[in-house]
């Protein structure tokens, strides 16, 4: 009897120990799975956190871009105080001649036929009219060069406060990097802030739809090809300026990005002017170099314009600026000396020059240019 008890007890010894080996062996895989489940999740967790991040990133960088855009906006428009024009100029519906005027340019370029109405968008303007010069300058990025601040500050410090009411300095931002736009308005609306408020400093662009996709010189290969292009634009560039400066003034005085103005230069120009007997000049040239300092009566504009766009493909512009003369000037035939002698009459050299280049590395990429004018 008690050996039965004995052998009983250590049956349930036994029984308790295999249930609780095999109790054990459970809680054990049970708690292998919770772990690898738990590492998994782990993984999964971290893999979204990066998916989350990089997406955080993207979104980051977008919203970068919309507040400095933003920011940009926000600042023009407070420098301004609300009084400047950020728009397409709707402020010349009243003038048919100046719409018609750009509608020219439809017969050179079939392009453009398809378009509505044609005109540079006004970026800084006011509108201003009806005063005696408007001073036109054609700029374009230069990459870590630039001489534009340089330029405007000579050019408009050197005017007096009523020479500065009479006339109107127009900037063309004739490139298609919208950086760069924004960085001439900034720099404009910072440095110039009285002229800007006084509508005597306006600030334009060029419509990408005007220029035809075969001006844009990086689809071309060779170096003449883009050399080539980039003279042609230029001619172009400086006929929309014409246009646009044409019905703002009496005179409209060409000058360039690089140029530096001599003190007092403004003065000598409208006295120049006023004291010539005969009134028969085609313009007046106040540089010897290039199409700097070029003064013509706003009137006679459109007819330049017109010559200009007929052979912009051929020569640059100052040779065109030449050659209207042998058209209009000389006969066939006629002796040389004698064509020579009238085209002086008309066209007026004014000495010394009122404006020096001081550009060397030039709006062509990797040009250096040294020309100075000798007078």
């Given at each position: 009897?008690?050996?039965?008890?004995?052998?009983?007890?250590?049956?349930?010894?036994?029984?308790?120990?295999?249930?609780?080996?095999?109790?054990?062996?459970?809680?054990?895989?049970?708690?292998?799975?919770?772990?690898?489940?738990?590492?998994?999740?782990?993984?999964?967790?971290?893999?979204?956190?990066?998916?989350?991040?990089?997406?955080?990133?993207?979104?980051?960088q977008e919203m970068m871009k919309v507040l400095n855009r933003m920011k940009y906006e926000i600042t023009k428009r407070e420098i301004l105080s609300g009084n400047l024009v950020a728009q397409k100029a709707d402020i010349l519906n009243k003038n048919e001649t100046v719409s018609n005027t750009f509608e020219d340019l439809k017969f050179f370029f079939p392009h453009l036929r398809k378009e509505g109405r044609i005109y540079p968008d006004v970026i800084i303007g006011k509108g201003k009219t009806g005063v005696s010069f408007a001073l036109g300058i054609s700029t374009v990025n230069?990459?870590?060069?630039?001489?534009?601040?340089?330029?405007?500050?000579?050019?408009?410090?050197?005017?007096?406060?009523?020479?500065?009411?009479?006339?109107?300095?127009?900037?063309?931002?004739?490139?298609?990097?919208?950086?760069?736009?924004?960085?001439?308005?900034?720099?404009?609306?910072?440095?110039?802030?009285?002229?800007?408020?006084?509508?005597?400093?306006?600030?334009?662009?060029?419509?990408?739809?005007?220029?035809?996709?075969?001006?844009?010189?990086?689809?071309?290969?060779?170096?003449?090809?883009?050399?080539?292009?980039?003279?042609?634009?230029?001619?172009?560039?400086?006929?929309?300026?014409?246009?646009?400066?044409?019905?703002?003034?009496?005179?409209?005085?060409?000058?360039?990005?690089?140029?530096?103005?001599?003190?007092?230069?403004?003065?000598?120009?409208?006295?120049?002017?006023?004291?010539?007997?005969?009134?028969?000049?085609?313009?007046?040239?106040?540089?010897?170099?290039?199409?700097?300092?070029?003064?013509?009566?706003?009137?006679?504009?459109?007819?330049?314009?017109?010559?200009?766009?007929?052979?912009?493909?051929?020569?640059?512009?100052?040779?065109?600026?030449?050659?209207?003369?042998?058209?209009?000037?000389?006969?066939?035939?006629?002796?040389?000396?004698?064509?020579?002698?009238?085209?002086?009459?008309?066209?007026?050299?004014?000495?010394?020059?009122?404006?020096?280049?001081?550009?060397?590395?030039?709006?062509?990429?990797?040009?250096?240019?040294?020309?100075?004018?000798?007078?």
């Amino acid at each position: 009897m008690r050996t039965k008890q004995v052998n009983l007890l250590i049956t349930l010894v036994a029984v308790a120990l295999f249930s609780f080996s095999c109790f054990s062996i459970y809680r054990i895989t049970q708690t292998n799975n919770q772990l690898i489940n738990c590492r998994n999740h782990i993984l999964e967790f971290k893999e979204n956190m990066l998916h989350l991040r990089n997406k955080t990133e993207k979104n980051t960088q977008e919203m970068m871009k919309v507040l400095n855009r933003m920011k940009y906006e926000i600042t023009k428009r407070e420098i301004l105080s609300g009084n400047l024009v950020a728009q397409k100029a709707d402020i010349l519906n009243k003038n048919e001649t100046v719409s018609n005027t750009f509608e020219d340019l439809k017969f050179f370029f079939p392009h453009l036929r398809k378009e509505g109405r044609i005109y540079p968008d006004v970026i800084i303007g006011k509108g201003k009219t009806g005063v005696s010069f408007a001073l036109g300058i054609s700029t374009v990025n230069r990459g870590n060069y630039s001489y534009l601040k340089q330029t405007l500050t000579s050019v408009v410090s050197r005017m007096t406060l009523s020479q500065e009411k009479d006339s109107v300095v127009i900037v063309l931002v004739a490139d298609s990097n919208e950086d760069y736009l924004h960085s001439v308005v900034k720099m404009i609306t910072k440095k110039f802030k009285r002229q800007v408020r006084s509508g005597s400093l306006e600030v334009i662009s060029i419509p990408a739809f005007l220029y035809s996709s075969m001006l844009n010189a990086k689809h071309l290969a060779e170096a003449s090809q883009k050399l080539a292009s980039w003279r042609i634009k230029q001619v172009l560039d400086f006929c929309i300026l014409l246009l646009y400066a044409q019905p703002k003034a009496k005179y409209y005085l060409q000058l360039e990005d690089d140029i530096i103005a001599k003190e007092m230069y403004f003065t000598k120009i409208t006295d120049f002017v006023g004291n010539i007997s005969s009134n028969n000049w085609f313009f007046i040239e106040f540089s010897m170099l290039g199409f700097i300092g070029k003064l013509f009566r706003s009137e006679d504009l459109t007819h330049f314009v017109r010559f200009f766009l007929m052979f912009y493909k051929e020569k640059p512009i100052d040779w065109l600026l030449n050659d209207i003369f042998q058209v209009k000037v000389c006969d066939a035939g006629e002796d040389l000396r004698n064509c020579m002698k009238r085209k002086k009459q008309i066209r007026i050299q004014y000495k010394p020059s009122l404006f020096q280049h001081v550009g060397i590395h030039s709006s062509f990429p990797r040009k250096e240019q040294y020309e100075k004018d000798v007078y």
